[in-house]
Nanobody, 128 residues
Framework: QLQFVESGGGLVRPGETLTLSCAAS????????IGWFRQVPGKEREGFSC????????KYEDSMKGRVTISRNNANNTVSLQLKSPKPEDTAVYYC?????????????????????WGQGTQVTVFS
């Protein structure tokens, strides 16, 4: 059974670093680029970070640069996201997703159509 399980969400106080993780089972992350998406009520799900299969290329949405770090540990079949200095506007449901990318050095945050495996989503709520 293929699973992509998220952890680390919940209530977050401003100033603390949020760490989200996704652990894959039933498929091997070596073959997948990883994207992180978030969604707020009334808006489309949007990508804000991704990492290529080999980990050498990362992308960040402009407004998140400097606050977000994406990483992966293929040996452990896991992916992590760190969000520094979370703000109330970061409150959203966060999703990890895996893309069976044909090349080892690419990833995209321009849409979610390529992503075939999704985490269950985890609510992140940042206190004001």
């Amino acid at each position: 059974q293929l699973q992509f399980v998220e952890s680390g969400g919940g209530l977050v106080r401003p100033g603390e670093t949020l760490t989200l993780s996704c652990a894959a089972s039933g498929f091997t992350l070596d073959y997948y680029a990883i994207g992180w998406f978030r969604q707020v009520p009334g808006k489309e799900r949007e990508g804000f970070s991704c990492i290529s299969r080999n980990g050498y290329r990362t992308k960040y949405e402009d407004s998140m640069k400097g606050r977000v770090t994406i990483s992966r540990n293929n040996a452990n079949n896991t992916v992590s996201l760190q969000l520094k200095s979370p703000k109330p506007e970061d409150t959203a449901v966060y999703y990890c997703a895996a893309d069976r990318a044909p090349y080892p050095d690419i990833c995209t945050i321009d849409g979610y159509g390529r992503y075939g495996h999704w985490g269950q989503g985890t609510q992140v709520t940042v206190f004001s």
